[in-house]
Nanobody, 115 residues
Framework: QVQLVESGGGLVQPGGSLRLSCVASGLNFSRYTMNWYRQAPGKGRELVASISRDDLTTQYADSVKGRFTISRDNAKNTVYLQMNSLEPEDTAVYYC????????WGQGTQVTVSS
């Protein structure tokens, strides 16, 4: 059974930082491209960041470039999202996603940026 479990969300003030983690189990993690998506209230799900399975290629939404960094540790079956200089517009539920032969989703972790 495949599981993606996110953690690290919470309430943070504008300008603050959070680090999200997603631990995968039940799949051959190193074969999967890993993504972080987010969904704000009343909006569609948005791709935030992506990292290739060989850790050589990363991509970011324009809205987070220069502030967020995606990374992965294939030995720990974990993908991370370091989020700096957070803004209220970053408030959303953040989802981990794995894609290769199949597509899997985590349950999401809430990030709230507010003073």
């Amino acid at each position: 059974q495949v599981q993606l479990v996110e953690s690290g969300g919470g309430l943070v003030q504008p300008g603050g930082s959070l680090r999200l983690s997603c631990v995968a189990s039940g799949l051959n993690f190193s074969r999967y491209t890993m993504n972080w998506y987010r969904q704000a209230p009343g909006k569609g799900r948005e791709l935030v960041a992506s990292i290739s399975r060989d850790d050589l290629t990363t991509q970011y939404a324009d809205s987070v470039k220069g502030r967020f960094t995606i990374s992965r540790d294939n030995a720990k079956n974990t993908v991370y999202l370091q989020m700096n200089s957070l803004e209220p517009e970053d408030t959303a539920v953040y989802y981990c996603n794995a894609i290769w032969s199949n597509r899997y989703w985590g349950q999401g972790t809430q990030v709230t940026v507010s003073s």
